[in-house]
């Protein structure tokens, strides 16, 4: 997975500035039915440890057919980019 800096600094930017909030409120919502959606000491993030069948929310700690792995993302920044997607397919 290529990490992209830019994306990074600009999805915490907005994210200070409060910008592309409905954007982020209604990711967030699917984000909070999302067995990978965890609360750590720095947010929300997207679980990287478990892997999720997203048809089934299936979890898993190893890779299995079909399954994708979270994204460790903080999401109150990630999903107030327009062009990021969910590692999982859910928007």
Not at 38 to 63: A, M, R, W
């Amino acid at each position: 997975m290529k990490i992209d800096i830019t994306k990074i600094m600009e999805g915490h930017f907005k994210e200070f500035l409060s910008l592309e909030q409905e954007l982020s409120d209604k990711r967030m919502k699917v984000c909070k039915l999302c067995p990978l959606y965890k609360h750590t000491s720095v947010g929300y993030i997207c679980d990287n440890k478990l892997y999720l069948d997203p048809l089934t929310n299936e979890t898993s700690t190893s890779y299995k057919e079909g399954f994708s792995k979270g994204c460790m993302c903080r999401l109150a920044a990630k999903t107030r980019l327009k062009d990021a997607k969910c590692p999982v397919g859910k928007w």
